[in-house]
């Protein structure tokens, strides 16, 4: 069975092996309308701490792959992006409709 995988997906070629029993958690778009489109598999973590937990690592990983693409170093990076969390988690207007999977 094939699955259909959308152009401008981030390739996995050439990472660390993942193991057999390694789970994806998240999955996040910007859609064509500019929103997110968020897929949370939540049914395998079940402290949501440690979602917390992972969402730390990310935007650590987030601010290294800015320094490297950017002109920008990881700490400004690393700000920028808390800001950015930070105002987005004070507005609330990042939740959207969408259906729970």
Do not use: C
Request: glycine fraction near 10%; hydrophobic fraction near 40%.
């Amino acid at each position: 069975m094939s699955v259909w995988e959308p152009p401008g997906r981030i390739s996995l070629e050439g990472g660390e092996d993942l193991g057999k029993d390694s789970s994806e958690i998240a999955r996040i778009w910007i859609n064509d309308e500019g929103g997110a489109s968020v897929w949370i598999a939540a049914f395998r973590l079940e402290d949501p701490r440690m979602f917390g937990y992972l969402m730390a690592d990310t935007i650590r990983h987030a601010a290294r792959a800015y320094a490297g693409t950017w002109s920008i170093g990881e700490d400004a990076a690393l700000q920028k992006i808390a800001e950015g969390l930070s105002e987005a988690l004070r507005s609330q207007t990042t939740i959207q409709d969408g259906s729970l999977n």
